[in-house]
């Protein structure tokens, strides 16, 4: 079926310490891929994305490969700030069934501290 | 601005009184849904809309009504609201069934 598996959280790190929050997904079908940002009292906002196997999806430091041997699209992040910490939530587009719908991940809360 | 709007952004009310979840989005985008967000589960579709008059239940839909009569606008009706119901709702738009979702800021509902 369709799911998506997030490293449970809270991750708390220091400022400037490097970021990794792991996602797999079921290997159905040919998934987009998404990772979303959710800052506190805010919705979701696209973080980045990938649509098909070996693209790299970047953005504001963060990036994201999809992997199809491995069925992932970890998030990483070379020095994380303060700034950065939110909820992040993994994404795929389903396979077979509903469009216009995303299944997400549990979300991971992160906290980086001063 | 690009940006999905939903009011309120918050309500606390009692259980049976129906309501509604406003959602406007201005960029003429054909797919809307509407999420619930709860503690532990992440989020669940409830239902979503592939153009106007065009709906189908997600995979909560149970206690919840929709309605698509224009392409910028996708209410979220509660015709009678339980304390099950108690969580926090987003709108989302996007150009395709595929594509990126935007969200709006969301509304949190409790239901007494």
């Known amino acids: 079926g369709n799911s998506v598996t997030q490293m449970e959280g809270p991750v708390t790190l220091s400022e400037e310490a490097f970021l990794t929050i792991n996602c797999t997904y079921t290997a159905t079908g040919y998934p987009s891929l998404f990772w979303y940002v959710q800052y506190p009292g805010e919705g979701l906002q696209l973080l980045l994305k990938a649509t098909k196997a070996d693209d790299k999806g970047s953005n504001k430091g963060f990036e994201a490969t999809y992997r199809k041997e491995t069925t992932s699209f970890h998030l990483e992040k070379g020095s994380v700030q303060v700034s950065d910490s939110a909820v992040y939530f993994c994404?795929?587009?389903?396979?077979?069934?509903?469009?216009?719908?995303?299944?997400f991940g549990k979300g991971t809360k992160l906290s980086v501290k001063p | 601005e690009a940006q999905v709007t939903q009011n309120p952004r918050y309500l606390i009310t009692v259980t049976g009184k129906k309501l509604t979840v406003t959602c406007s989005q201005n960029m003429n985008h054909e797919y809307m849904s509407w999420y619930r967000q709860d503690p532990g589960l992440g989020l669940r579709q409830i239902y979503y809309?592939?153009?106007?008059?065009?709906?189908d239940k997600g995979d909560v839909p149970e206690g919840y009504k929709v309605s698509r009569k224009e392409k910028r606008n996708f209410p979220l009706i509660l015709e009678s609201p339980s304390p099950n119901q108690t969580s926090l709702y987003f709108c989302?738009?996007?150009?395709?069934?595929?594509?990126?979702?935007?969200f709006g800021d969301g509304t949190r509902l409790s239901i007494l």
């Open positions: 989302a738009s996007s150009r395709g069934g595929l594509e990126a979702q935007h």
């Open positions: 809309s592939m153009n106007v008059e065009v709906t």
């Open positions: 994404a795929r587009t389903p396979y077979g069934g509903s469009q216009g719908n995303l299944i």
